[in-house]
Structure formats: C-alpha cells, structure tokens
C-alpha cells in the first residue's frame, strides 16, 4: 500500500473508532432527551465519571474487563438515583427545572473528581490482549480502536434489540407518543422511565471506560463530548438510535480527516453539517414531524 493509501486509512479508522464511542454517549443522551424529554445536562459528567470509577476498580483489581463491567453498572446507579430522587420533582417544572438541576449535578461531579481524584490526568491501562498491533491491508493499527469499534456495534444490536424487540421498548415508545393512554393501562411508567434512565446512563458508562485507555481520566473530559453528543442527538433526530449511529460516524470522519487537511476548520465542521442539515430537515436526518 502507497503512503497516502495508508494515511487515508489510517484516518479513516481514527475517525471511526472516535465516532463509535461518540455514538455511545449520544445514544445515552438521545434515549433520555429525544424519547423521555428529559433535558440532562449532566450526561457527559456521568461519560467522565465512569472513566475515574474504571480508573479506581483497575487501581484495585488490576482486571480491566472487571471495570468495564462494573464502573457503568455503579455509573449507572448513580443516574437511577437523580432521575428518583431529583429530576422526578422537578419534571413538573419543565426544561428550566431540568436545566438548573442537570447543570448543578455536573458542577458537583466536577468537584468530587477533584476532591478525591484530584486535577492531574489519571493513565488507565490497557489489557495486553488489546495492546498490541493488527495489519490492515498492510498498515499496522491499534487493537484497542477495533475493540471499541467491535463493543459499540454489539451495544447497538443490544439497544435495537431492547427498543424493538422487548415489551420494555414497545412501553418506551407508546409512553412517548401518548404517556396518559399508558398510564390508564396500569404500568408503573415512572419506574419505567427510571429503568430507561438508568439504560442511558450505562451507555454513557461504557464510553467512559472505553475511551478512558486513549485519553486517560481528567477533570475536563466531559467537556468536548458534551457538546458533540447534543449535536448528534439534534442532527440525527430526537429517538432515532440510527440517527445517532449514522451522525457519530459521519462526524467521527468530519474530525478525522479535518484535522488532517483542514485544521483550522476542523472544530467548526460538524456544525456546519448541523446547519445544513437542520436547513433541509429542521427534525433532524431521522426526525419525525409531530
């Protein structure tokens, strides 16, 4: 293979890779805010979070697939805990209750991280297994950015699946379109939501760990994958799981190869397809009209 053909490649695969952990934090996102109309701003605090608990459980087991199986489970828990005890109260209050707790919830995140992690970026290693190289059409690349290409694909058969195969999504969608008709049948649609809540924040949790091992655990993680997470879930279309699928990917590609051959235009990339596409389908690319 040419250089060029290997850079080409090689960015390609960069820019998938980022865009599938991007598509596990907008799916969170897009469950809580496109299907439950919860406006959670703390979502990404909970993405960085769940990075420091893989951090903390790697520290004291030394097994990374422990962590990965238990830092989104207690992630999780955390985010089963404010949807009972906080966002349920203020929900009669609108987006404007919502906001002002969702934003304080992330303020208090970012400061417990500091206090018991401190402000210094925290290295998360690795297993062996996926520490090494593979040859792809005679370019060597990183086993761990297949990995989480590979465990973002088996979440998205996992969340089809659970959405539109189980009794627990069929509730979720007929609650969005008419919650009082599903009410009147007797299901407990809090405690529905709350599971559904609990499901997207996992999600956030499995990005953590994943993207933990490539940009090591810091205070200013959520940030950036705050913002990108909003605009797939805005580009893709409120509840569509595809939507959010299909925009990471494009945008994981739009900042690969931006940063290669248009780095000063880089950042502004996937909001000029935001605008586009918003100009064409003000629902987003997978919208449906209301």
Same mark, same amino acid.
């Not at 297949?146 to 959405?163: C, E, R, S, Y």
């Given at each position: 293979?040419?250089?060029t053909t290997a850079m080409y490649v090689a960015q390609g695969i960069h820019g998938l890779a980022y865009g599938m952990v991007l598509f596990l934090v907008a799916s969170g996102l897009n469950i809580i805010f496109g299907m439950m109309g919860i406006l959670n701003l703390a979502h990404a605090s909970f993405f960085m979070l769940s990075g420091y608990f893989c951090y903390q459980f790697l520290s004291l087991t030394g097994n990374f697939w422990l962590a990965l199986l238990l830092a989104p489970l207690v992630t999780a828990g955390f985010g089963v805990l404010l949807e009972r005890f906080f966002l349920r109260r203020v929900h009669a209050f609108g987006h404007m209750g919502e906001l002002i707790l969702t934003v304080g919830v992330s303020l208090v995140i970012m400061a417990g991280v500091k206090i018991f992690w401190g402000t210094e970026s925290l290295p998360v290693k690795m297993p062996p297994i996926l520490s090494g190289l593979v040859m792809i059409a005679g370019l060597d690349y990183?086993?761990?950015?297949?990995?989480?290409?590979?465990?973002?694909?088996?979440?998205?058969?996992?969340?089809?699946?659970?959405?539109?195969k189980t009794r627990l999504g069929k509730i979720v969608q007929a609650?969005? #379109?008419?919650? &009082?008709?599903?009410?009147?049948?007797?299901?407990?649609?809090? +405690?529905? @939501?709350?599971?559904?809540?609990?499901?997207?924040?996992?999600?956030?949790?499995?990005?953590?760990?994943?993207?933990?091992?490539?940009?090591?655990?810091?205070?200013?993680l959520a940030d950036q994958m705050g913002m990108d997470a909003f605009v797939v879930v805005v580009t893709g279309g409120f509840g569509s799981l595809l939507g959010a699928f299909i925009v990471s990917i494009i945008f994981g590609l739009? #900042?690969?190869? &931006?940063?290669?051959?248009?780095?000063?235009?880089?950042?502004? +990339?996937? @909001?000029?397809f935001m605008a586009l596409v918003l100009a064409i389908r003000p629902m987003g690319l997978f919208g449906e009209r209301e």
């Open positions: 293979m040419d250089p990183p086993i761990y950015r297949l990995f989480i290409i590979a465990l973002a694909l088996v979440v998205l058969v996992f969340m089809t699946l659970l959405l539109y609650a969005v #379109s008419d919650a &009082g008709m599903v009410n009147a049948l007797g299901i407990n649609l809090p +405690l529905v @939501f709350m599971i559904v809540f609990g499901v997207g924040t996992w999600l956030a949790g499995v990005a953590g760990v994943a993207i933990a091992p490539i940009l090591t655990v810091f205070p200013g739009l #900042s690969s190869y &931006g940063v290669q051959f248009l780095s000063q235009l880089a950042p502004l +990339l996937m @909001f000029i």
